[in-house]
């Protein structure tokens, strides 16, 4: 994708647009990582690129759930509370069976689900407020279709910041040069597309 989202007809190609976008960042961040450097945190956190992709995934398929299931709730989770509080975080965290292949490629699939969920629902569809975290309203009974879209919206775009911040104390790059590397954009005095750095002569 460009750096830029294409022109948009109305508010629903606008909500997938952009939608898009912010999932295509990760794709970028990840540009040029070996499977070693997804799994670093080099900022004071715990946050790893290869961690936000896997939440971010997490996080857009809990949503679009709940836009599809609108007006009802999504099916109740297999997992009781108590199982779903002790595995919190979970989804940030790289196992040995993950690799950038598998992670990008399930980020991809989410964004066909999510794709295809906005493509016909309801924007004005009431989609029932959860009652399972503390940061959940109490004085809210439901939000809209269109409410939640920008709620994800918003939810990639602060995860996509992480990704930046923790791409660029990895290696220094940063996301023009990525993009630019991705789509092979020219040279110019003030943007150089990233290249991978020389190996190291012993």
């Known amino acids: 994708m460009a750096a830029h989202v294409p022109p948009v ?18 794709v970028t961040v990840a540009h040029g990582l070996t499977e070693e450097q997804i799994r670093l945190a080099p900022t004071a956190g715990t946050l790893s690129i290869g961690g936000l992709i896997k939440h971010v995934t997490t996080c857009e398929r809990g949503w679009t759930e709940r836009m599809a299931a609108a007006p009802a709730a999504p099916t109740p989770p297999d997992r009781t509370v108590e199982e779903q509080a002790t595995a919190w975080g979970d989804d940030f965290r790289v196992t040995d069976d993950d690799t950038l292949e598998s992670l990008l490629s399930a980020l991809g699939a989410q964004g066909d689900v999510t794709r295809e969920v906005l493509r016909h629902a309801d924007l004005g569809a009431a989609v029932p407020v959860p009652r ?13 279709v269109r409410w939640v879209a920008m709620h994800l919206v918003e939810e990639l775009a602060r995860h996509a910041g992480h990704a930046d911040i923790v791409r660029e104390s990895i290696d220094g790059a ?29």
């Open 174 to 202: 940063t996301m023009y040069e990525l993009v630019a590397a991705r789509e092979g954009w020219p040279e110019t005095p003030w943007l150089k597309p990233w290249r991978p750095a020389a190996p190291t002569r012993v």
């Open 9 to 26: 007809a109305d508010e629903r190609e606008s909500l997938i647009a952009y939608l898009d976008q912010q999932r295509d960042a990760f």
């Open 132 to 144: 399972d975290a503390p940061w959940f309203p109490h004085d809210v009974d439901a939000w809209s």
